[in-house]
């Protein structure tokens, strides 16, 4: 199945799904070393991001998430791709300088289209992600 959306950042990913109905600040909630979700309010909370396909509504916080995203990349722990409801300068700006493929606004709710774990390309040249057939 192929889901149209709008394309942010260019690049085209495959990895497994990870949803979060949590807004993300990269600042504060993510560790830039390890990829891990450390903040312990968050429905994340302990889990990594690093090559995942990171399904969440939008970024939130400080213009400097920009640049933990491109540290995440530096360390080789940035999610392999990234699909929002909405995405924002924050998350948008540092998926770019990264070359983390981003689409968001996608024709159809990820969250009823997708599970954790699930196998999707994001193709963020065309703003299409692919679902497998199960």
Do not use: C, W
């Not at 959306?5 to 993300?24: C, F, H, Q, T, Y």
């Amino acid at each position: 199945m192929i889901i149209k959306g709008r394309k942010i950042s260019r690049g085209i990913a495959e990895g497994k799904v990870l949803l979060s109905k949590d807004p993300i600040s990269f600042l504060g909630n993510v560790d830039p070393e390890s990829g891990k979700i450390i903040d312990p309010n968050h429905m994340l909370y302990g889990k990594s991001i690093s090559g995942k396909v990171l399904v969440f509504p939008y970024g939130k916080g400080s213009t400097v998430g920009s640049y933990v995203i491109y540290q995440l990349s530096k360390n080789k722990v940035a999610p392999a791709a990234m699909i929002n409801l909405d995405s924002e300068p924050i998350v948008a700006v540092g998926a770019i300088i990264s070359e983390i493929p981003l689409v968001d606004r996608l024709e159809k709710n990820p969250y009823s289209l997708l599970k954790d774990e699930d196998i999707i390309k994001v193709n963020g040249n065309l703003g299409l992600i692919e679902i497998e057939d199960k």
